[in-house]
């Protein structure tokens, strides 16, 4: 059960502590998604993998009451047996114990969320905590009418800037046309993400996630976007659900352009292997 949320990906700056092998090619990094509960948790930390991506709401715990708190579910769930507080400390605990750290990416899907769960991320953003910590938000609308609702842009870009160590994961909300493979990312949407890092000088690592199917149809304009925020030392994060239609071809060559030691890949197994990334060793550039 547990081995099927877990997804193999590449990361460009999957870090600082990861080996020269790793970055040069990081689809040697794998993930878990949605680790929401206890029993994910731990078989998580016990497992391979190298990151751990969750979902925070406000919410209760389990069966006790009280105002609301930072919990680990995902929409429109309320109720968890894991707070952010508690999945933080379990992976501090396991980095304190094995030398080789297993970093988070939290996504917030709501400001709320974001703004008080600020002090149980300020604890672990401090210089000596060394674990990768990722802030993830989709902050912008984006392609093919998009109707979920962004997160705040300024206040989610204002409280993650306090934040000095994490990597900021900024990216758009999507839709995807019914079995088509149309849709893009377009230059209005790209100048709207450029304005805001910039208006909030952010001075951070950013990665971009970007739809897989979008991406691979938007190569000018993503490498314009890697291009201006190359200061920043910046990524895209491509991204796909299981149903997505994706011209396999024109993704694997916006990949290699872009490069596997500036690009995540997070998609289902199937794609993945038909990708055929090239294997650690080997240049990654068109």
Do not use: C
């Not at 609308?141 to 979920?148: E, L, N, W």
């Not at 870009?157 to 995807?176: F, I, N, Y």
């Amino acid at each position: 059960m547990f081995a099927a949320l877990l997804v193999f990906a590449v990361a460009a700056s999957f870090v600082v502590h990861a080996d020269e092998e790793i970055m040069k090619n990081l689809s040697l990094v794998t993930w878990a998604h949605a680790v929401n509960n206890k029993t994910y948790l731990e078989a998580s930390l016990a497992s391979e993998v190298s990151m751990l991506e969750a979902d925070i709401v406000l919410g209760h715990v389990t069966g006790k009451d009280g105002p609301p708190i930072p919990i680990m579910a995902h929409p429109p769930a309320t109720t968890s047996d894991l707070t952010l507080a508690d999945f933080m400390a379990a992976v501090a605990q396991y980095n304190n114990v094995n030398a080789k750290q297993k970093g988070v990416k939290l996504d917030f899907k709501v400001i709320d969320a974001f703004e008080k769960s600020q002090e149980i991320i300020a604890r672990f953003s401090k210089p000596e905590v060394t674990f990768p910590l990722w802030l993830n938000a989709d902050i912008l609308p984006g392609p093919i009418k998009a109707t979920t609702k962004p997160v705040d842009p300024d206040k989610f870009l204002e409280l993650a800037s306090k934040h000095a160590r994490a990597v900021l994961s900024v990216g758009w909300t999507t839709a995807h046309a019914p079995n088509s493979s149309e849709g893009e990312y377009n230059r209005d949407q790209i100048g709207d993400m450029l304005r805001l890092l910039n208006n909030h000088r952010i001075n951070q690592t950013v990665t971009f996630p970007l739809r897989a199917g979008l991406a691979s149809n938007s190569q000018p304009v993503v490498l314009d976007l890697l291009r201006e925020t190359k200061y920043l030392n910046s990524s895209m994060t491509v991204w796909a659900s299981e149903d997505d239609p994706i011209e396999v071809e024109r993704l694997r060559a916006l990949i290699l352009t872009v490069g596997l030691e500036r690009t995540y890949v997070d998609v289902p197994r199937e794609l993945s292997a038909r990708l055929k990334l090239p294997t650690p060793g080997l240049n990654t550039k068109n």
